[in-house]
């Protein structure tokens, strides 16, 4: 079985300041692999996804994201952080294994702060 | 386009009432998804349709739950009875004919509280 595990519930960076926020996943073949962005009272949106072209995926709002094998790891990152940022990031990965790639298993979720 | 249009935003309900959450998915989208989002268990995907047909009903956590597709443009949710551990954010999601891994667009939730 797939899962997917974000590290820190609570991100606090200063506005401008670098944003990295991890995501590790466990597979046994290869995987289809999300962030997505939820702002307060919305449902999600997709920020990026990888899907085995390109290991360095680049998304909306100047966020990217780096897929690594060899750590099973797909982390985004910004390098400026903005106010409107401030959000909760879940990251997700397909279940191949289990009905076909339309089930994503979502991770628990990281809360950003971005402060003045 | 509106987007996925979910109702009611919110719902207050008594123990053991019959609750009906209901979605409107964006036109042409094939595939419509049903997650329910709690602090405790987080994102899960209770059951989802490809063209009006229940595919994977996996998620459902008990014959309380149904869910139905009469056609392409409405879906709705039941729980009967209801019961205090239903209390949650209910979101639809649906997607064009990629699915899930192409990308899903997500609804603005309807939070369900039972008492």
């Known amino acids: 079985a797939q899962s997917v595990t974000q590290l820190g519930s609570h991100v606090s960076v200063s506005e401008g300041a670098l944003v990295l926020l991890r995501c590790n996943y466990s597979?046994?073949?290869?995987?289809?692999l999300f962030w997505y962005v939820q702002y307060p009272n919305q449902g999600l949106q997709l920020l990026l996804k990888?899907?085995?072209?390109?290991?360095l995926v680049k998304g909306i709002n100047g966020f990217e994201a780096e897929f690594k094998k060899s750590e099973t790891s797909f982390h985004l990152t910004k390098p400026s952080a903005h106010m409107s940022d401030a959000a909760e990031y879940f990251c997700?990965?397909?279940?191949?294994?289990?009905?076909?790639?339309?089930?994503?298993?979502f991770g628990a979720g990281t809360r950003l702060a971005v402060h003045p | 386009d509106a987007g996925v249009i979910q109702s009611p935003r919110h719902e207050v309900t008594e123990m053991g009432q019959e609750v009906t959450l209901r979605c409107k998915p964006i036109s042409g989208h094939d595939y419509l998804f049903w997650y329910r989002q709690t602090m405790m268990r987080g994102l899960e995907l209770l059951i989802y349709?490809?063209?009006?047909?229940?595919?994977?009903d996996s998620g459902m956590p008990e014959d309380r739950f149904s869910a139905k597709m009469p056609n392409a443009s409405f879906s709705n949710l039941k729980i009967q009875p209801s019961e205090p551990r239903d209390s949650a954010v209910y979101f639809c999601a649906s997607s064009p004919g990629g699915g899930a891994y192409e990308k899903l667009f997500f609804g603005s939730g309807t939070q369900l509280s039972v008492l």
């Open positions: 597979s046994s073949v290869p995987p289809y």
């Open positions: 990888y899907t085995s072209a390109a290991t």
């Open positions: 997700a990965v397909s279940d191949p294994s289990r009905g076909g790639y339309n089930k994503l298993i």
């Open positions: 349709f490809n063209n009006n047909v229940p595919i994977d």
